[in-house]
């Protein structure tokens, strides 16, 4: 389960990083001291919670969860400010929840205690191991083990297997949204890899990596956006 942190205060940061770190298993991808660079993030990194701050320059945090709340596949988001006064247009926009600064430790924990039980519930229902995939005019189910990388094509992804190539009627980050998180990875705004296919990882420009999958030709890049959460993964 990934989270941003959304707030123009350092010190307020660094005490919910603390908080996230010490007491769950949620990775923390990136922090924003403004609302403006957040959205371009979200919709090229797969992040399931947002930690957001009301008062802040530029886009306050209601007006951006206003407009997050309107993507397809929205983050949860958990409002943190000294405002009460914001709390009833934070849930008209179905915030998962609303903690007031200065943090107490229990109302933080029991919060995180809530989104990781949620994203446990969420894997028990969604769990299949068959997806069903187009190939020409046919649709084709296979194991979701059997994919090895996907890639981003315009509004479609393709999906390849050892031996196959499959067009899927989504974007990228859709399709993700379908896949087990334990399995696999978003490595790239184009590239969905196969975690239990990698045969090699090989350090390349600017601290980034290519990756070797098993079986196949091909090297899937990692980009820096990415790569500490990879790195965390993968125990580099």
Same mark, same amino acid.
């Given at each position: 389960?990934n989270c ?7 010190? &307020?940061?660094?005490? /919910? ?17 403004? =609302? ?13 919670? +947002? ?7 530029? !886009?306050?945090?209601? &007006? /951006? =969860? ?7 596949? $929205? ?8 405002y009460k ?26 919060? !995180?205690?809530?989104?990781?039980? /949620? ?9 299949c191991d068959?997806?069903? !995939?187009? $190939? =020409? ?29 499959? +067009? ?10 379908? /896949?087990? $998180?334990?399995?696999?990875?978003? &490595? ?22 290519? +990756? ?22 993968? =125990?580099?």
């Amino acid at each position: 389960m990934n989270c941003i942190i959304v707030d123009d205060e350092s010190p &307020s940061r660094e005490e /919910l990083k603390y908080f996230i770190n010490s007491f769950s298993s949620i990775n923390i991808l990136n922090e924003f001291d403004n =609302g403006v660079d957040v959205l371009k993030y979200i919709e090229e990194n797969n992040v399931d919670i +947002i930690f957001l701050d009301i008062n802040m320059p530029n !886009l306050d945090g209601v &007006s /951006l =969860g206003k407009i997050i709340s309107k993507f397809e596949n $929205k983050p949860k988001i958990v409002f943190i400010t000294a405002y009460k006064e914001h709390a009833i247009e934070a849930f008209e926009i179905e915030a998962f929840d609303y903690i007031l600064k200065p943090y107490s430790e229990d109302r933080i924990v029991t919060t !995180l205690k809530k989104l990781e039980k /949620l994203e446990f519930n969420d894997e028990k229902k969604c769990r299949c191991d068959r997806i069903t !995939l187009w $190939k =020409g005019e046919k649709m084709i189910v296979i194991n979701i083990e059997d994919i090895y990388y996907c890639m981003a094509n315009e509004r479609e992804t393709l999906v390849y297997t050892k031996e196959e190539e499959y +067009i899927v009627n989504m974007s990228i980050s859709e399709f993700f949204n379908k /896949l087990p $998180k334990e399995n696999f990875f978003r &490595s790239h705004r184009s590239y969905i890899l196969n975690m239990n296919k990698i045969k090699e990882i090989i350090p390349w420009f600017n601290n980034t990596y290519n +990756i070797k999958l098993e079986d196949l030709d091909i090297e899937i890049p990692v980009s820096r956006k990415n790569i500490k959460e990879f790195k965390h993964i993968m =125990g580099i």
